[in-house]
Protein backbone atom coordinates (compact mmCIF):
# COMPACT_ATOMS: atom_id res chain seq x y z
CA UNK A 1 0.00 0.00 0.00
CA UNK A 2 0.86 3.87 -0.65
CA UNK A 3 1.93 5.21 3.08
CA UNK A 4 3.55 8.91 3.57
CA UNK A 5 6.89 8.29 5.52
CA UNK A 6 9.75 10.57 7.18
CA UNK A 7 12.79 9.57 8.36
CA UNK A 8 13.99 12.67 9.63
CA UNK A 9 13.43 16.02 11.05
CA UNK A 10 12.95 18.76 9.15
CA UNK A 11 10.64 20.58 6.41
CA UNK A 12 7.20 18.93 4.87
CA UNK A 13 9.54 18.47 1.89
CA UNK A 14 10.88 15.40 3.87
CA UNK A 15 7.75 13.86 3.41
CA UNK A 16 7.55 10.95 0.69
CA UNK A 17 5.24 8.67 -0.56
CA UNK A 18 6.50 4.80 -0.45
CA UNK A 19 5.47 1.23 -0.43
CA UNK A 20 4.77 -0.01 3.18
CA UNK A 21 3.06 -3.00 4.81
CA UNK A 22 -0.19 -2.76 5.18
CA UNK A 23 -0.96 -2.86 8.87
CA UNK A 24 -2.55 -6.18 10.90
CA UNK A 25 -5.20 -5.05 13.21
CA UNK A 26 -4.23 -6.60 17.01
CA UNK A 27 -6.85 -7.80 18.77
CA UNK A 28 -8.59 -4.67 20.04
CA UNK A 29 -7.71 -2.43 16.39
CA UNK A 30 -9.91 -2.05 13.41
CA UNK A 31 -8.30 -1.87 9.94
CA UNK A 32 -9.40 0.59 8.21
CA UNK A 33 -9.16 1.87 4.34
CA UNK A 34 -9.01 5.43 4.28
CA UNK A 35 -10.84 7.33 2.74
CA UNK A 36 -9.94 10.77 3.96
CA UNK A 37 -7.83 12.15 7.09
CA UNK A 38 -7.20 15.54 8.18
CA UNK A 39 -3.89 17.88 9.35
CA UNK A 40 -3.67 19.30 12.69
CA UNK A 41 -0.35 21.49 13.92
CA UNK A 42 0.98 18.31 15.81
CA UNK A 43 1.40 17.05 12.35
CA UNK A 44 3.50 19.89 11.41
CA UNK A 45 5.43 19.85 15.37
CA UNK A 46 6.26 16.50 14.35
CA UNK A 47 8.12 16.58 11.40
CA UNK A 48 10.55 19.35 12.35
CA UNK A 49 10.72 18.14 15.84
CA UNK A 50 10.20 21.33 17.45
CA UNK A 51 9.48 22.50 20.28
CA UNK A 52 12.71 20.32 21.23
CA UNK A 53 10.37 18.74 24.08
CA UNK A 54 8.54 16.84 20.79
CA UNK A 55 11.92 14.99 20.06
CA UNK A 56 12.01 14.37 23.81
CA UNK A 57 8.40 12.23 23.28
CA UNK A 58 8.54 11.60 20.26
CA UNK A 59 12.38 10.34 18.90
CA UNK A 60 15.77 11.53 19.46
CA UNK A 61 17.82 11.91 17.20
CA UNK A 62 15.64 10.84 14.39
CA UNK A 63 11.69 10.01 14.69
CA UNK A 64 10.29 7.11 16.38
CA UNK A 65 7.37 6.95 14.41
CA UNK A 66 7.35 7.61 10.92
CA UNK A 67 4.00 7.47 9.92
CA UNK A 68 1.71 10.49 10.48
CA UNK A 69 -1.61 11.56 10.74
CA UNK A 70 -3.93 11.49 13.77
CA UNK A 71 -7.71 12.22 12.09
CA UNK A 72 -9.00 9.14 10.03
CA UNK A 73 -12.40 8.50 8.11
CA UNK A 74 -12.62 5.29 6.12
CA UNK A 75 -14.66 1.92 5.68
CA UNK A 76 -13.43 -1.29 8.04
CA UNK A 77 -11.64 -3.79 5.88
CA UNK A 78 -11.42 -5.91 8.86
CA UNK A 79 -11.18 -6.81 12.64
CA UNK A 80 -9.37 -8.04 15.62
CA UNK A 81 -10.65 -10.62 17.58
CA UNK A 82 -11.99 -9.08 20.62
CA UNK A 83 -13.80 -6.10 18.47
CA UNK A 84 -17.11 -5.93 19.14
CA UNK A 85 -18.48 -2.80 17.99
CA UNK A 86 -17.62 -2.61 14.41
CA UNK A 87 -17.39 -5.23 11.26
CA UNK A 88 -16.06 -5.30 7.67
CA UNK A 89 -17.99 -2.59 5.76
CA UNK A 90 -18.80 -0.08 8.36
CA UNK A 91 -18.60 3.52 7.91
CA UNK A 92 -16.42 4.64 10.76
CA UNK A 93 -14.25 8.06 11.95
CA UNK A 94 -12.40 8.63 14.43
CA UNK A 95 -8.38 8.76 15.89
CA UNK A 96 -5.82 6.03 14.98
CA UNK A 97 -3.20 6.71 17.86
CA UNK A 98 -1.28 3.68 19.16
CA UNK A 99 -1.99 4.03 23.03
CA UNK A 100 -5.30 5.88 24.11
CA UNK A 101 -4.10 5.51 27.77
CA UNK A 102 -0.95 7.08 27.13
CA UNK A 103 -0.48 10.40 29.24
CA UNK A 104 -0.35 13.70 28.07
CA UNK A 105 0.75 14.81 24.60
CA UNK A 106 2.35 11.25 24.39
CA UNK A 107 -1.23 9.91 23.68
CA UNK A 108 -1.53 11.07 20.19
CA UNK A 109 1.40 9.00 18.90
CA UNK A 110 -0.30 8.91 15.40
CA UNK A 111 -0.79 5.46 13.84
CA UNK A 112 -0.08 6.94 10.58
CA UNK A 113 -3.90 8.26 8.92
CA UNK A 114 -1.71 9.62 5.63
CA UNK A 115 -2.19 6.15 4.33
CA UNK A 116 -4.26 4.07 2.31
CA UNK A 117 -5.11 1.55 4.91
CA UNK A 118 -4.79 2.02 8.86
CA UNK A 119 -5.38 0.45 12.43
CA UNK A 120 -7.13 1.93 15.02
CA UNK A 121 -8.37 1.43 18.29
CA UNK A 122 -11.63 0.16 18.29
CA UNK A 123 -12.17 2.52 21.87
CA UNK A 124 -11.19 5.28 19.94
CA UNK A 125 -13.51 5.26 17.01
CA UNK A 126 -17.34 5.37 16.37
CA UNK A 127 -19.94 4.89 12.96
CA UNK A 128 -20.12 7.70 10.48
CA UNK A 129 -23.07 9.43 10.24
CA UNK A 130 -24.93 9.20 7.13
CA UNK A 131 -25.23 12.64 6.34
CA UNK A 132 -21.52 13.64 6.41
CA UNK A 133 -18.85 12.81 3.52
CA UNK A 134 -15.56 11.20 4.81
CA UNK A 135 -14.34 14.62 4.32
CA UNK A 136 -16.47 15.98 6.70
CA UNK A 137 -16.02 13.16 9.56
CA UNK A 138 -12.14 13.13 9.43
CA UNK A 139 -12.12 16.87 10.04
CA UNK A 140 -13.80 16.27 13.30
CA UNK A 141 -12.02 14.01 16.02
CA UNK A 142 -9.08 16.50 17.44
CA UNK A 143 -10.54 19.60 16.79
CA UNK A 144 -13.95 18.69 17.85
CA UNK A 145 -12.60 16.47 21.40
CA UNK A 146 -10.88 20.04 21.78
CA UNK A 147 -13.75 21.88 21.88
CA UNK A 148 -16.72 20.08 23.75
CA UNK A 149 -13.79 18.83 25.92
CA UNK A 150 -12.94 22.26 26.45
CA UNK A 151 -16.39 23.74 27.03
CA UNK A 152 -17.88 21.27 28.78
CA UNK A 153 -15.17 19.50 31.10
CA UNK A 154 -12.61 23.07 31.60
CA UNK A 155 -15.50 25.90 30.81
CA UNK A 156 -18.37 24.27 32.42
CA UNK A 157 -20.49 25.94 29.86
CA UNK A 158 -24.43 26.43 30.45
CA UNK A 159 -27.08 27.56 28.62
CA UNK A 160 -27.50 31.66 28.64
CA UNK A 161 -23.86 32.22 29.10
CA UNK A 162 -21.93 34.90 27.19
CA UNK A 163 -19.33 32.98 25.55
CA UNK A 164 -16.11 34.20 23.37
CA UNK A 165 -14.44 32.47 20.82
CA UNK A 166 -11.21 34.07 19.80
CA UNK A 167 -10.14 32.56 16.72
CA UNK A 168 -13.74 31.06 15.70
CA UNK A 169 -12.98 30.67 12.07
CA UNK A 170 -10.34 28.04 12.84
CA UNK A 171 -10.35 24.53 12.70
CA UNK A 172 -11.10 24.07 16.86
CA UNK A 173 -12.33 27.54 16.24
CA UNK A 174 -15.34 26.33 13.90
CA UNK A 175 -16.25 23.73 15.88
CA UNK A 176 -16.47 25.30 19.06
CA UNK A 177 -19.01 27.88 17.72
CA UNK A 178 -21.23 25.26 16.97
CA UNK A 179 -20.51 23.50 20.12
CA UNK A 180 -21.08 26.33 22.56
CA UNK A 181 -24.11 27.07 20.45
CA UNK A 182 -25.51 23.60 20.76
CA UNK A 183 -25.60 24.30 24.64
CA UNK A 184 -27.19 27.44 24.15
CA UNK A 185 -24.79 29.82 25.26
CA UNK A 186 -25.40 33.20 23.27
CA UNK A 187 -21.59 33.74 21.03
CA UNK A 188 -19.32 36.11 20.01
CA UNK A 189 -16.84 34.82 17.64
CA UNK A 190 -13.62 37.04 17.31
CA UNK A 191 -12.06 36.57 13.35
CA UNK A 192 -10.80 38.59 10.28
CA UNK A 193 -13.00 40.16 7.69
CA UNK A 194 -12.83 37.89 5.09
CA UNK A 195 -14.03 35.05 7.39
CA UNK A 196 -16.87 37.18 9.25
CA UNK A 197 -20.16 35.72 6.93
CA UNK A 198 -18.76 32.21 7.69
CA UNK A 199 -18.55 32.67 11.34
CA UNK A 200 -22.07 34.07 11.20
CA UNK A 201 -23.35 31.03 9.24
CA UNK A 202 -22.51 28.92 11.88
CA UNK A 203 -24.55 30.06 14.48
CA UNK A 204 -22.75 32.90 15.79
CA UNK A 205 -24.74 35.37 17.32
CA UNK A 206 -21.63 38.51 17.27
CA UNK A 207 -18.79 38.52 15.37
CA UNK A 208 -15.98 41.17 16.42
CA UNK A 209 -13.30 41.95 13.25
CA UNK A 210 -10.08 41.64 15.51
CA UNK A 211 -8.55 43.75 12.28
CA UNK A 212 -10.85 46.62 12.84
CA UNK A 213 -11.42 46.01 16.69
CA UNK A 214 -9.88 44.85 20.22
CA UNK A 215 -13.04 43.06 22.05
CA UNK A 216 -10.59 43.08 25.03
CA UNK A 217 -11.00 46.94 25.00
CA UNK A 218 -15.04 47.21 23.73
CA UNK A 219 -16.33 46.79 27.18
CA UNK A 220 -18.76 43.50 26.75
CA UNK A 221 -17.96 40.68 29.77
CA UNK A 222 -18.03 37.36 29.20
CA UNK A 223 -19.11 34.18 31.38
CA UNK A 224 -16.07 31.99 29.25
CA UNK A 225 -13.99 33.10 27.16
CA UNK A 226 -12.64 29.88 24.66
CA UNK A 227 -8.72 31.01 23.13
CA UNK A 228 -7.98 29.58 20.13
CA UNK A 229 -4.92 31.69 19.34
CA UNK A 230 -2.92 33.29 22.17
CA UNK A 231 -2.63 36.49 21.31
CA UNK A 232 -3.73 38.04 23.72
CA UNK A 233 -2.11 38.68 27.60
CA UNK A 234 -4.31 37.51 30.60
CA UNK A 235 -4.67 40.21 32.68
CA UNK A 236 -6.20 41.63 29.26
CA UNK A 237 -8.44 38.47 29.08
CA UNK A 238 -9.66 39.39 32.94
CA UNK A 239 -11.01 42.81 32.02
CA UNK A 240 -13.18 41.76 30.26
CA UNK A 241 -14.06 38.42 32.11
CA UNK A 242 -17.38 38.26 34.46
CA UNK A 243 -16.20 37.90 38.27
CA UNK A 244 -16.68 34.26 38.43
CA UNK A 245 -16.09 33.93 34.62
CA UNK A 246 -13.49 31.24 33.01
CA UNK A 247 -10.92 31.65 30.43
CA UNK A 248 -9.80 28.29 28.45
CA UNK A 249 -7.00 28.71 26.70
CA UNK A 250 -6.22 25.66 23.78
CA UNK A 251 -4.13 27.01 21.32
CA UNK A 252 -1.05 29.27 20.89
CA UNK A 253 -0.56 30.42 17.12
CA UNK A 254 1.19 33.21 17.53
CA UNK A 255 4.40 31.75 16.57
CA UNK A 256 6.04 32.83 20.29
CA UNK A 257 6.69 29.06 20.96
CA UNK A 258 6.98 26.79 24.07
CA UNK A 259 8.67 29.41 26.45
CA UNK A 260 4.94 31.98 25.95
CA UNK A 261 3.12 28.70 26.32
CA UNK A 262 5.18 28.00 29.27
CA UNK A 263 4.80 31.44 30.79
CA UNK A 264 0.71 31.46 30.17
CA UNK A 265 0.36 28.14 32.04
CA UNK A 266 2.37 29.53 35.05
CA UNK A 267 0.66 32.49 35.37
CA UNK A 268 -2.94 31.10 34.90
CA UNK A 269 -2.08 28.69 37.68
CA UNK A 270 -1.00 31.62 39.74
CA UNK A 271 -4.26 33.47 38.99
CA UNK A 272 -6.29 31.14 39.76
CA UNK A 273 -5.22 30.67 43.42
CA UNK A 274 -6.00 34.32 43.98
CA UNK A 275 -9.12 34.97 42.01
CA UNK A 276 -12.63 34.13 41.56
CA UNK A 277 -11.67 34.48 38.03
CA UNK A 278 -10.37 30.51 36.56
CA UNK A 279 -7.46 30.63 33.29
CA UNK A 280 -7.32 26.74 32.26
CA UNK A 281 -4.86 25.41 29.82
CA UNK A 282 -5.63 21.46 28.80
CA UNK A 283 -5.35 18.85 26.25
CA UNK A 284 -8.13 17.30 25.09
CA UNK A 285 -8.19 13.10 25.47
CA UNK A 286 -9.25 10.63 23.35
CA UNK A 287 -13.07 9.43 24.06
CA UNK A 288 -15.28 7.53 22.32
CA UNK A 289 -18.69 8.96 24.30
CA UNK A 290 -17.30 12.65 23.13
CA UNK A 291 -17.10 11.62 19.53
CA UNK A 292 -21.04 9.93 19.83
CA UNK A 293 -21.45 13.38 21.20
CA UNK A 294 -20.18 15.08 17.95
CA UNK A 295 -21.82 12.44 15.78
CA UNK A 296 -24.84 13.17 17.30
CA UNK A 297 -24.14 16.83 16.85
CA UNK A 298 -23.75 16.66 13.13
CA UNK A 299 -26.71 13.63 12.75
CA UNK A 300 -29.21 16.46 14.33
CA UNK A 301 -27.61 19.35 12.05
CA UNK A 302 -26.37 21.18 15.03
CA UNK A 303 -22.84 20.78 13.77
CA UNK A 304 -21.35 21.36 10.06
CA UNK A 305 -17.84 21.01 9.74
CA UNK A 306 -15.97 23.53 8.06
CA UNK A 307 -13.42 22.27 5.43
CA UNK A 308 -11.19 24.99 3.94
CA UNK A 309 -9.09 22.89 1.24
CA UNK A 310 -8.74 19.66 0.32
CA UNK A 311 -5.38 17.97 -1.16
CA UNK A 312 -4.65 14.55 -1.90
CA UNK A 313 -1.96 12.29 -0.60
CA UNK A 314 0.46 13.41 -2.56
CA UNK A 315 0.06 16.74 -0.92
CA UNK A 316 0.32 16.06 2.21
CA UNK A 317 3.51 18.74 1.99
CA UNK A 318 1.55 21.35 0.66
CA UNK A 319 -1.69 20.77 3.00
CA UNK A 320 1.01 21.09 6.05
CA UNK A 321 2.31 24.23 4.58
CA UNK A 322 -0.66 25.94 4.27
CA UNK A 323 -1.48 24.69 7.77
CA UNK A 324 1.59 26.64 9.16
CA UNK A 325 0.17 29.59 7.59
CA UNK A 326 -2.46 30.35 10.32
CA UNK A 327 -5.12 31.60 7.97
CA UNK A 328 -6.98 27.71 7.80
CA UNK A 329 -10.60 28.68 7.35
CA UNK A 330 -11.56 25.28 9.61
CA UNK A 331 -9.63 22.54 8.85
CA UNK A 332 -7.42 21.38 6.05
CA UNK A 333 -8.33 17.49 4.61
CA UNK A 334 -6.61 14.83 2.43
CA UNK A 335 -8.96 13.09 0.47
CA UNK A 336 -8.29 9.24 -0.91
CA UNK A 337 -11.58 9.32 -3.17
CA UNK A 338 -10.49 8.71 -6.47
CA UNK A 339 -13.30 11.46 -6.95
CA UNK A 340 -12.06 14.69 -4.51
CA UNK A 341 -15.83 15.65 -2.64
CA UNK A 342 -15.00 18.81 -0.48
Known sequence: MKGLVYSRHGSPDVLEIKDVEEPVPKDNEVLIEVRAASVNPLD????????YIVRALFGL????????????????????RNVTQFKAGDEVFGVCISDPQASAVKVWTPQGAFAEYVCAPESTLVVKPNNVTFEQAASVPVAGLTALQGLR???HIQPGQKALINGAAGGVGTFAVQIAKSFGAEVTGVCSTRNMEMVRSIGADQVIDYTQEDFTKRGQRYDLIFDCVGNHSLSAFRRVLNPEGIVVMVGERTGR????ILSRLITALVVSRFTSQKLRTFLARPSQQDLAVIRELMQAGKVRPVIDKCYSLSEVPAAI????????????????EPKNKC
Do not use: F, N, W
Open 257 to 260: GATR
Open 44 to 51: ASLIKGMP
Open 321 to 336: RYLEERHARGKVVISL
Open 61 to 80: PKPRDTCLGVDVSGQVEAVG
Open 153 to 155: DKG
